[in-house]
């Protein structure tokens, strides 16, 4: 049967005829980009590197090799060119440039002296440093290697390096979070001290060998990120599609100049407090007010066409911004079920990248609220009003996969008023991996006992014992489910507070399900240095009571406003854990307690307090035996709240004396305190296996 050839709808029709016609008005309107311009140029020195254009500039002229007068870049963003490669010049050097991604803004580095040196043991000559008041900045893909070189002492738990010792010298390297503590007269006896970033991923790869494969992880190199230079003046010249530059005045002042796309220019200075512009400036901002003037108006008459034609379907259609995944068979789940934990149900919610990336105003740095072990946090709006935290799971974390199905799989089936809420996440074939979460306004406990909000001085006592009720009973919760969960990262920086000081339990990146009838897993050591399990650390053999340690330390925070480790402390009470059950075994808990809570002055306070105390260093035992559960240290904890306490000090306890000695004289080490085991950072530490 024939069929003739359709006619397309009206509405495609017209909107056919105004593209035709909106295309061709701006075409006029706009002038082409001219590529000719040599100061905005793509340029390159000759070698195989990446593509260098703006906002990168070459710092001298390739054929008179002089130093030029105006450049179109950013002024921070000044490449040379060494031996046919590009590097970005920095206050502490050159660098070679191995990658850029413009449209991540970052670029890879690496010192050359360790591109060019020998790949055993390349020696690293200068800490990085970058230009102040630039928009450039090291990024959460960076950590840092701490060279000690050609020290006269042995360091107390050294990581040595003989391949860079001379003479009778020792050399040491640590990386962030596992420096030891080294005072400034140790320090001095040492050659020099040379701090260097690296990429995080490539210090993960090598970090059981790094003695012998730092080379490896150096000749990776690190990144840098940047933002627009130049204010409101570059944004408005590269909104308009132009490029921000900079030219020499006859004064020795720096000139801005708007490098537009038909060539021309349009400069602007200050001289004598007055703004003033070049006679030569362009038409194109005209040209392109008029384009878009007449561009809107047939757009506004295209509107009018498509608006009835598409009326009756927008009615029945209401337009989500998100979609409600259930498990049924054309749902697509944004993870798998663990294999070894049976199956089990669940619902959440798949948000667009689109939509967070809209909520973060692009993953916006000033909507940062912080930084956890696996990615950056960030304050959202949705598009229903919902203020949400968005979690960015790090693009160089290798298993970020593992950790967003564990988190999703686990809060989806959770529901407590002390944890934190998951909304959703978008599916894991999505651009990005992200996590949505109630947003939780004022903070972490670690923030206001030790952080930046200490000074405020919000956490009375009261409060402080609410929040160890409410961590407790969120840890109850979490042990007594079927399966049953081991949150395996509990920390001061993991409890969040609302206005009224609530709690909410969060991240759950390497919380555990246990199968059932299941006395402990396997598995190698994950966590924070300072709150992670001795036993476990040891034995790899995690239980809840790894829980019940890690919230002993919290304890141990809450009664004395410390930090869980800090390398400025003694040697013997860097770690808290220790520095508390020795304070308590000595009768010195005046010396351990925050000042503040009226330890010394008000006896009932001091009751209480004491008590804590005691609970605490029942958590902190070594051996998890004789720990108490979660749910003994919840009712411990009420009694206490509710004066149904007894009267007895801490010091009166029944654990025997030789327990007590036991207690620091065990085969078992502290929790890992950053100083004497294999931690990369002061976050949650990535490990091998989960």
Partial sequence: MHRGRRTPPLPQFALLFLFVLLSSITTNAIPPNNTNISSCAQFSCGGQGPDIHYPFWIA???????????????????????????ALRLPSGDYTVTDINYSSRIISLADPSVLQGPTTCPRAHQNVSIWPNSSLHFTSNDTNLVFYMNCSFVLPIPLLIGCLGRGAGLSFI???????PVDHELVSKCEEVVVVPVLQAALEENVGVLSDAFGRVLQRGFELGWETEGGDECRSCERIGGSCGYSETGAGDRAFVCHHMDGSQEEEYRAGGE??????????????????????????????????????????QRSASSILLGRTASSEPCFKNDPELGKTGYQTTIFTYEELEEATNGFSASKELGDGGFGTVYKGKLRDGRVVAVKRLYEHNYKRVEQFMNEVEILSRLHHQNLVSLYGCTSRHSRELLLVYEYVPNGTVADHLHGPRAQEGALTWPIRLNIAIETADALGYLHAVEPQIIHRDVKTNNILLDNSFHVKVADFGLSRLFPLDATHVSTAPQGTPGYVDPEYHQCYQLTDKSDVYSFGVVLAELIS?????????????????????????????????????????????????????????RCLQLEREMRPSIKEVLEVLREIESGQYKTKKVLETDVPVKEDASLLKNTLPYSPDSVTARWESRSTTPNTSG
């Fill in 275 to 316: 703004v003033r512009k070049s006679d030569g400036k362009s038409k194109t901002r005209r040209n392109i007010a008029i384009g878009v003037g007449m561009g809107v108006g047939v757009m506004l008459v295209a509107s009018l066409v498509c608006l009835s034609w598409h009326k009756l379907r927008q009615r029945k």
């Fill in 561 to 617: 406003s410390k930090p869980a480790v800090d390398t400025n402390r003694t040697r013997h009470e860097i770690n808290l854990a220790n520095m508390t059950t020795s304070k308590v075994q000595n009768c010195q808990l005046d010396q351990l307690v925050d000042p503040s809570l009226g330890y010394q002055t008000d006896w009932e306070m001091k009751t209480m307090i004491t008590l804590v105390a005691e609970l605490a260093f």
């Fill in 174 to 180: 640590f990386w962030k979070g596992s420096e030891i």
């Fill in 60 to 86: 001298q002229n390739s054929t008179t090799n002089t130093n030029t007068s105006s450049y179109c870049g950013y002024p921070s963003l000044q490449l040379v060119c060494r031996d046919q490669t590009a």
